[in-house]
């Protein structure tokens, strides 16, 4: 995998989420991914950053592009000092949430990615990666 | 980005024009339904084919807009998901099953029509 850009958000306020949003809109499409393709990462994007503002107060979206062989991809790396996940495989159960919202922020945002990780540790902070490739 | 919302006849229509922050989210929930209760609106009309994603936030604020304008007696229509958002909003799974929705403009205002034609008989 060879590393072709990359860069970050902070997320400390309510608007930085639709900042994250922006950034990653224009890095899909640069990137050569779909309209359809794009508004899944946009959205997949929105939903973890807002679970960083929500849950933990603050953190970073840091994001970088690939290439692999004939294939581009996109990683989204989302991490903060929250209170962590006690039981992660739950977490991205459907219907799963703690914090009063819908609970369909990380399995949904699996469901628009390709790849996601999550290393949480309880009260030391949560650290979830997405890819999403670009098959042409 | 602030949401225009205009009068026409008994209706209000407010068009989405871009991105959208929490914060324009919830103005807009606040202009919509102070202006539905000082024109006597009957039926809104919300726009949203600029609009070019809708999380969990976006779809809840939503729905709560539909809700508070139904209870004032009013009806609510979603025009102009793009296929796209519709397409990441069911993969997240958000489906609004409570509000209606129409393609665009035009069926937005024929089923508001049909609707206050049946309401009068």
């Known amino acids: 995998m ?12 309510e608007a930085d989420i639709a900042m994250a949003r922006r950034a990653i809109r224009d890095i899909a499409k640069k990137l050569g991914f779909g309209i359809t393709e794009t508004a899944s990462i946009v959205t997949a994007a929105s939903e973890l950053s807002r679970n960083v503002f929500k849950y933990a107060g603050a953190g970073v979206m840091q994001w970088r592009t690939f290439t692999s062989g004939e294939n581009k991809g996109v990683e989204l790396r989302f991490e903060d000092r929250g209170p962590g996940i ?9 219907g799963y949430s703690t914090g009063g919202g819908l609970g369909m922020g990380l399995p949904g945002a699996k469901r628009l990615m390709d790849e996601m990780e999550i290393d949480s540790t309880v009260g030391k902070g949560t650290r979830v990666t997405v890819r999403k490739w670009c098959r042409r | 980005m602030e949401v225009p919302i205009l009068k026409q ?9 871009g991105a ?32 070019d994603v809708m999380d969990s936030f976006a779809s809840r604020t939503i729905r709560e807009i539909a809700d508070m304008i139904r209870l ?5 229509v979603i025009v102009g998901i793009q296929p ?10 958000l489906t609004l099953e409570e509000v209606t929705t129409a393609l665009d403009l035009e069926e937005g205002l024929a089923y508001l029509n049909q609707k206050s034609k049946e309401a009068r008989i």
């Open chain 2, 84 to 93: 796209e958002v519709a397409f990441a909003m069911v993969q997240l799974g």
């Open chain 2, 72 to 76: 004032r007696g009013a009806a609510t």
């Open chain 1, 86 to 94: 006690a039981d992660v495989n739950e977490a991205v159960r459907e």
């Open chain 2, 20 to 51: 959208l922050t929490d914060a324009d989210l919830l103005e807009l929930r606040a202009a919509l339904l102070e202006r539905v209760v000082r024109m006597r609106s009957q039926g809104v009309i919300l726009d949203l084919t600029a609009l």
């Open chain 2, 9 to 17: 006849g008994s209706y209000l229509i407010a068009t989405v024009q």
């Open chain 1, 2 to 13: 060879n590393l072709e850009d990359q860069g970050e958000v902070k997320i400390k306020q």
